[in-house]
């Protein structure tokens, strides 16, 4: 045993006893093809947004909406009214503040759905808008959607001009998601000439008094931001008297670029606002309902609907292959699996490798497609966090044809490799996809424009890469190590940005230098390991607010299983056998453990625009504790 790791024998009984049970739980959920799939939640936008499209696509006739529709959007009031802050707004995630994107939006759902602007809550809501800012204080989608009824002035909406295909590789230097909603949107936007709403419809009890509806002033007349406000104005010169041909052979191009999208995939990008703006795109095109294309497009959608009776909400895309492989990586570790389970999953994640070119290659032209997307189907668009975490499955995970299961891997790997950024890291979707001028857009106020490179999914595909046997010197692995290195914060944390969020990417920086052979001596290191000790909860747990994205610095919140479990993992890859902190998180994860092997989480630790769209991945509140403990049980039993 390690000096001064003071293990009671009660600790590791209640340890061994909390896997059995989160075992036995993760195990039944295993469906008969193989793999795991938990909800993915988010906030009301999501079905905000949904009555929106109710309104283009079925608009009430004399005030009343089709009784179909109007069930549909009775569930979907319920649920946002469900889900009011105490101060009358609405947040992105669960106990935040009030939100004023957020809070525009549901207020726009909920008066077209009916509800009377002088009822209390809605009375609530505009005061917290008002006090917020305004409409105008609203991001630029929520101007965009609106002014797609007249409801915001065109003039001082950003213009998504259909031309940008027409302009080389300029599409491809956005975000993989961001280009996938501005192609269909350029083309809503270029064809829609105002839908109705309901007459004497307004939202106008939203504009702040006295407050300008233009785009805000930049700070410099010499900088970017101003650069593309007057292109902006360019853009919507050429709108009114710009070539009407090159205007239609542009959105024709967008027309076939999202339909060659929509093919082997589960909608757009498979993913909520790619998804709906298609069907808007299509509908314009006069793809009318009984089309297969539009059909198709709005059934990929609907399938993103839960609405069981009980509860209705939306979920922003499907987590399968995600919660497949750390599910599977999870048992695994803790040996609790029957063989015949961890060969189904890893069967059923073989068969989801990517074989066809997608966005990526733009940028590598000459790369054998491999990888895997985070849904059930989306061959364009696979990722690099979702292909790490799948090798890293499989690495343990053996399907019943180990050469193809082989070649597999080996494909993965050179995609993961020629995926290296040349800063050393690794993004989500591209390679280099850092042109922070994008940024400066009037529609990226988002904060999603870019990919760039994070130490979260950096540290994941360094573990992947090490289970396989590439060696430490490979110089893959030490750009990957020199870019970790490099990219530490101040306090020994690193920044996480798909999970909430110094937690986060402190455990998977951690967990990919040591599977690097970085010495749990390097500074680096130690520094890390003190961090996480230092921010612990007094319970014994770890939790973090999404705030912190907002602060640029850690924000404490209360205990969290998911988080707790990184930070566990994350001193346990920085050699910590000695402090108490790892006991105490164990006992943290005992205690909260409820007696069918799972835990609660109701607050969103997963990421996914920061500071605008926060995630809630309901298996991560069992996935995560289960392989912590594994991994501290395993770490025990080596110290014996």
Not at 171 to 199: D, E, F
Not at 367 to 396: C, H, K, Q, R
Not at 624 to 631: G, N, S
């Amino acid at each position: 045993m390690s000096p001064g790791l003071q293990i009671t024998d009660s600790v590791a009984a209640g340890v061994a006893q909390a896997i059995a049970k989160a075992s036995d739980w993760l195990l039944g959920q295993q469906s008969e093809k193989g793999y795991w799939w938990g909800d993915l939640t988010a906030d009301t936008t999501l079905e905000s947004d949904y009555i929106l499209l109710q309104l283009w696509l079925y608009p009430p006739q004399n005030g009343t909406w089709n009784p179909i529709t109007r069930v549909q959007i009775d569930r979907a009031v319920r649920s946002i009214l469900d889900r009011q802050c105490s101060g009358g707004g609405f947040s992105i995630y669960t106990g935040g503040p009030s939100d004023v994107s957020a809070s525009v939006k549901a207020y726009f759902a909920l008066k077209l759905a009916g509800i009377d602007p002088n009822a209390p809550a809605m009375t609530r809501l505009r005061e917290c808008i008002l006090s917020h800012g305004g409409l105008q204080a609203a991001n630029s989608y929520v101007k965009i959607n609106l002014g797609l009824f007249n409801l915001y002035p065109k003039e001082h909406i950003p213009s998504v001009p259909p031309e940008m295909i027409l302009m080389g590789r300029v599409l491809y230097h956005m975000s993989a998601w961001a280009r996938a909603i501005v192609v269909p949107l350029a083309i809503v936007q270029s064809l829609n000439k105002g839908r109705p709403t309901p007459a004497g419809f307004t939202v106008d009890e939203l504009f702040a008094p006295g407050v300008s509806k233009a785009f805000p002033c930049p700070d410099s007349f010499f900088s970017w931001k101003s650069f593309f406000l007057g292109v902006d104005k360019l853009c919507k010169l050429w709108e009114k008297y710009g070539s009407k041909s090159i205007r239609n052979k542009a959105i024709e191009q967008c027309k076939q670029w999202v339909l060659d999208r929509t093919r082997y995939t589960d909608g757009l990008a498979a993913i909520y606002p790619p998804m709906m703006y298609t069907i808007m795109a299509l509908d314009l095109l006069g793809h009318a309902p009984g089309d297969p294309d539009r059909d198709e497009a709005e059934q990929q959608f609907l399938n993103l609907m839960v609405d069981d009776g009980k509860h209705f909400y939306f979920q922003p895309c499907f987590s399968v292959v995600w919660d497949t492989a750390i599910a599977a990586h999870a048992l695994a570790e803790a040996g609790t699996a029957p063989p015949h389970s961890l060969a189904r999953a890893a069967e059923w994640l073989v068969g989801k490798e990517v074989r066809k070119k997608g966005d990526w290659s733009v940028h590598r032209p000459g790369v054998e497609p491999s990888g895997w997307y985070f849904e059930f189907a989306n061959e364009y668009y696979p990722d690099i966090d979702d292909t790490g975490m799948v090798v890293i499955a499989l690495a343990f995970a053996r399907a019943s044809d180990g050469a193809a299961q082989q070649a597999t891997i080996k494909r993965a790997l050179n995609w993961l490799i020629a995926m290296q950024a040349a800063d050393g890291g690794w993004a989500a979707f591209d390679v280099d996809n850092n042109w922070p001028v994008l940024t400066h857009v009037p529609f990226a106020d988002h904060n999603a424009m870019l990919d760039p490179t994070c130490p979260d999914i950096t540290g994941r595909v360094l573990e992947g890469m090490a289970l396989h046997g590439i060696p430490a010197d490979h110089p893959a692995m030490r750009r990957g190590v020199d870019y970790l290195i490099r990219v530490q914060e101040q306090d020994g944390s690193w920044y996480g940005r798909w999970g909430v969020d110094y937690i986060y990417g402190t455990y998977l920086a951690l967990r990919g230098l040591r599977a690097a052979g970085e010495s749990d001596r390097e500074v680096h290191v130690l520094r890390a390991g003190e961090w996480l000790r230092a921010i612990q909860n007094a319970d014994g747990g770890w939790g973090e607010s999404p705030e912190s994205y907002t602060q640029s610095a850690y924000v404490n919140a209360p205990s969290t299983p998911s988080q707790t479990a990184w930070a566990l993992l994350g001193l346990i890859a920085s050699g910590d056998g000695r402090s108490d902190s790892i006991e105490r998180a164990a006992e943290y994860l005992i205690r909260t453990q409820r007696p069918d092997g799972t835990w609660d989480e109701p607050q969103a630790t997963g990421t996914g625009f920061p500071r605008v769209f926060y995630l809630n991945y309901h298996m991560y509140r069992n996935s995560f504790p289960l392989l912590a403990l594994a991994t501290f049980l395993k770490l025990r039993q080596q110290d014996n």
